[in-house]
């Protein structure tokens, strides 16, 4: 789904015009890297949170090669159960 039929969808559904729904996803997405590094939750999918990953070594698949992999901070996204249910089917 692109943004553009997200926001057609979100704007039918709440009566808005379709300009104020980008407008308002535009907003969450500002919101969301301005917060992503305190863990931000968008309640029923997930939350994207930041994870310090350890320095480490792995290989060059072309040549085989030892390389060392530099420590880093990354972006994940932890989605939730309800979302994992509504969509996998609960057991």
Same mark, same amino acid.
């Given at each position: 789904?692109?943004?553009?039929?997200? !926001?057609?969808?979100?704007?039918?559904?709440? =009566?808005?015009? *379709?300009?104020?729904? $980008?407008?308002?996803?535009?907003? +969450?997405?500002?919101?969301?890297?301005?917060? !992503?590094?305190?863990?931000?939750?968008?309640? =029923?999918?997930? *939350?994207?949170?930041? $994870?310090?990953?350890?320095?480490? +070594?792995?290989?060059?698949?072309?040549?085989?090669?030892?390389?060392?992999?530099?420590?880093?901070?990354?972006? *994940?996204?932890?989605?939730?159960?309800?979302?994992?249910?509504?969509?996998?089917?609960?057991?």
């Amino acid at each position: 789904m692109t943004k553009s039929q997200l !926001a057609a969808a979100i704007a039918e559904r709440a =009566g808005l015009k *379709k300009k104020q729904a $980008v407008a308002i996803l535009d907003h +969450i997405a500002e919101l969301a890297y301005k917060h !992503a590094k305190n863990t931000f939750t968008l309640p =029923g999918i997930g *939350k994207l949170v930041l $994870v310090n990953r350890k320095a480490r +070594i792995g290989r060059n698949p072309a040549t085989g090669e030892q390389i060392q992999i530099p420590a880093k901070r990354v972006v *994940k996204f932890r989605v939730s159960k309800a979302c994992k249910d509504a969509i996998l089917g609960g057991k």
